[in-house]
Structures are given as structure tokens and as C-alpha cells.
């Protein structure tokens, strides 16, 4: 079984930051990829980066050069920097992780619940 477990969303204002964290307890899975998507409200659900076994990163074209993910593997846990926030990025972000094209796809396995952030001023 697989548990993800977002935190760190929270209200900011425009320009601010923010990091996200998804902590992964597995029994036994072994998570390839680990990533981060969001939905807006009245929006699909859209990837905005993700992270191979390896290391290797992929944006969405949007948050390219604002936001920063990363893994920590002891921990089991990733990351999401996000700098330079803008009103229409107000969403529900979520973790997602499995395979590691699905999920870079941002059709990873197991999802968790998601949490809110909120850009406003």
C-alpha cells in the first residue's frame, strides 16, 4: 500500500513562496517517480513538475524557472518550491507517484489528497 500525505499550502500573497511536501509511506512499493499536480477551480487537472528515481526533473511549461521540485529518499519525500506566485496558480496541488513515465505524465498510481494554496493579496 502506498499513502501520500501533502502539507505546507496556506494563503500567499502575489510574488510570495511557498514549498510544498508530500511524504510517501509505502509497504514494500517502491515509488519511481514522485510529482506534483494541480486543478483550479473550474480548471483540469494540469502536471507542474515531477522527479525520477534518479534525479531527473520535468516542468510544466508554466512554472518553468519559478518553481523548484526535489526528493529527499531517506525521507521519502518530495518537495515543491514555488517562487514568484501568481493569483491564477490558486489551486488544489496534489502528489502523485508510480511509474516513472506515467507519473511524469502525471498519471502516477497513487494520489493524495491534496492541499490547498491560495495566491492573493
Known amino acids: 500500500q502506498v499513502t501520500l500525505m501533502e502539507s505546507g499550502g496556506g494563503l500567499v500573497r502575489p510574488g510570495g513562496s511557498l514549498t510544498l511536501s508530500c511524504v510517501a509511506s509505502t509497504t514494500g512499493i517502491e515509488l519511481n517517480a514522485m510529482g506534483w499536480l494541480r486543478q483550479g477551480p473550474g480548471d483540469q487537472r494540469e502536471l507542474v513538475a515531477a522527479i525520477s528515481k534518479g534525479g531527473v526533473t520535468h516542468y510544466g511549461d508554466p512554472v518553468k524557472g519559478r518553481f523548484t521540485i526535489s526528493r529527499d529518499y531517506l525521507k521519502n519525500t518530495v518537495y515543491l518550491r514555488m517562487d514568484n506566485l501568481k493569483p491564477e496558480e490558486t489551486a488544489v496541488y496534489f502528489c502523485?507517484?508510480?511509474?516513472?513515465?506515467?507519473?511524469?505524465?502525471?498519471?502516477?498510481?497513487?494520489w493524495g489528497q491534496g492541499t490547498q494554496v491560495t495566491v492573493s493579496s
Open positions: 502523485n507517484a508510480g511509474k516513472e513515465m506515467e507519473t511524469f505524465y502525471g498519471l502516477g498510481q497513487y
